[in-house]
């Protein structure tokens, strides 16, 4: 019943505001939703954040919300979103960054943000700093930006972006060599969640003009996982090759293949990543069907491919591990198939 009462208040909203935005084509629209119990990290609530990111805005919750005043006070940061004039269609809101919410200097009034949208933020004064946080839904690598800092005569911004976990742990910092330039850093998201990052001048200075923060999502999606142990082998068929990824650092991909009749049984690990930061150095460990580990392959340099063979001589599951010996996390796939010779 609830679900039907808030998909009626999603449809009444679109229609409301496609109306609103044949004659207020240049005015800001805000949607409320008032008189329901969400319970914070339930999956109602990460489904309308995840709508809210989708449209290009923010979920913000009214906790705790008892008068009209406390009401107004807990949506203040709401979202708004302006129509694209040249084209009237619900959620073509324009690009233009929002702004950071003060007070943020600590990870629990951390600024919500949507992936994709720019905020423009400030250090202001000495030693501020601004948190955000960004909920994301699915595994990927969530890369983050800090670019078009304040730069002049008496001193410019040397940014800084650290970052911290769904738990929330610190993970670790990426800071600017030299003042006045970008700053990125890239962390692998394997759990839905909120993740959190810092903004700071290693200057501890203060400044009159905004930074551009700006988060971004690459997603990896792997049908295989998860697979990390040889219980949760992803099956394969003989002679049909199979995606996956490493991903993220650490991990390793088990695959099993049945076999009916003796032969020579290969396994083949090829079109692994390969980029400027670092490639894949890939490994194939076999296990037969007791399951008892065999041995293993690795390849003699990062980037190229890797093969095992073995005499098959009863029928029944034999078992391959793949993994990364440089450790790595990748967002691209690699290759294996396994082939068979009688």
Same mark, same amino acid.
């Given at each position: 019943?609830?679900q039907?009462?808030?998909?009626?208040?999603?449809?009444?909203?679109? #229609?409301?505001?496609?109306?609103?935005?044949?004659?207020l084509?240049?005015?800001?629209?805000?949607?409320y939703?008032?008189?329901?119990?969400?319970?914070?990290g339930?999956?109602?609530?990460?489904?309308?954040?995840?709508?809210?990111?989708?449209?290009g805005g923010?979920?913000?919750?009214?906790?705790?919300?008892?008068t009209?005043?406390?009401?107004?006070?807990?949506?203040?940061?709401?979202?708004?979103?302006?129509?694209?004039?040249?084209?009237?269609?619900?959620?073509?809101?324009?690009? #233009?960054?929002?702004?950071?919410?003060?007070?943020?200097?600590?990870?629990?009034?951390?600024? #919500?943000v949507?992936?994709?949208?720019?905020?423009?933020?400030s250090?202001?004064?000495?030693?501020?700093?601004?948190?955000?946080?960004?909920?994301?839904?699915?595994?990927?690598?969530?890369?983050?930006?800090?670019?078009?800092?304040?730069?002049?005569?008496a001193?410019?911004?040397?940014?800084?972006?650290?970052?911290?976990?769904?738990?929330?742990?610190?993970?670790?910092?990426?800071?600017?060599?030299?003042?006045?330039?970008?700053?990125?850093?890239? #962390?692998?998201?394997?759990?839905?969640?909120?993740y959190?990052?810092?903004?700071?001048?290693?200057?501890?200075?203060?400044?009159?003009?905004?930074?551009?923060?700006?988060?971004?999502?690459?997603?990896v999606?792997?049908?295989?996982?998860?697979?990390?142990?040889?219980?949760?082998?992803?099956?394969?068929?003989?002679?049909?090759?199979?995606?996956?990824?490493?991903?993220?650092?650490?991990?390793?991909?088990?695959?099993?293949?049945f076999?009916?009749?003796p032969?020579?049984?290969?396994?083949?690990?090829?079109d692994?990543?390969?980029?400027?930061?670092?490639s894949?150095?890939?490994?194939?460990?076999?296990?037969?069907?007791?399951?008892?580990?065999?041995?293993?392959a690795?390849?003699?340099?990062?980037?190229?491919?890797?093969?095992?063979?073995?005499?098959?001589t009863?029928?029944?599951?034999?078992?391959?591990?793949?993994?990364?010996?440089n450790?790595?996390?990748?967002g691209?796939?690699?290759?294996f198939?396994?082939t068979?010779?009688?």
């Amino acid at each position: 019943m609830r679900q039907e009462l808030i998909l009626c208040l999603t449809m009444a909203a679109i #229609a409301i505001a496609a109306v609103a935005s044949s004659a207020l084509a240049q005015d800001d629209i805000e949607l409320y939703i008032i008189g329901f119990d969400i319970t914070q990290g339930s999956s109602t609530e990460n489904s309308l954040i995840i709508m809210a990111q989708q449209l290009g805005g923010v979920y913000l919750s009214a906790e705790n919300a008892k008068t009209p005043d406390d009401l107004s006070q807990a949506l203040n940061q709401s979202y708004k979103g302006v129509i694209s004039p040249k084209n009237k269609t619900l959620g073509q809101a324009t690009t #233009a960054p929002t702004t950071e919410a003060e007070q943020n200097d600590c990870i629990g009034d951390a600024t #919500a943000v949507s992936i994709g949208q720019p905020v423009s933020g400030s250090i202001f004064p000495k030693q501020d700093v601004d948190f955000y946080k960004v909920f994301v839904s699915d595994p990927g690598i969530l890369k983050v930006s800090l670019k078009d800092v304040p730069r002049g005569i008496a001193g410019s911004m040397k940014g800084e972006i650290c970052y911290w976990n769904r738990n929330p742990d610190y993970v670790g910092c990426s800071g600017a060599a030299n003042p006045g330039d970008d700053v990125a850093y890239e #962390a692998d998201i394997t759990s839905p969640g909120w993740y959190y990052f810092r903004i700071r001048d290693l200057n501890g200075g203060s400044y009159n003009s905004s930074y551009t923060f700006v988060v971004t999502f690459d997603p990896v999606v792997d049908i295989g996982e998860p697979n990390g142990c040889i219980g949760d082998a992803t099956e394969v068929q003989l002679n049909k090759s199979v995606e996956g990824f490493i991903f993220s650092k650490g991990d390793v991909d088990f695959y099993k293949v049945f076999v009916s009749d003796p032969g020579i049984l290969k396994a083949s690990l090829k079109d692994v990543p390969r980029e400027v930061a670092g490639s894949m150095k890939g490994e194939i460990c076999y296990w037969n069907r007791n399951p008892d580990y065999v041995g293993c392959a690795g390849a003699p340099n990062p980037g190229d491919d890797v093969a095992y063979e073995v005499d098959i001589t009863s029928p029944g599951w034999y078992y391959f591990r793949i993994r990364d010996l440089n450790g790595g996390s990748y967002g691209v796939s690699y290759t294996f198939e396994v082939t068979s010779q009688v």
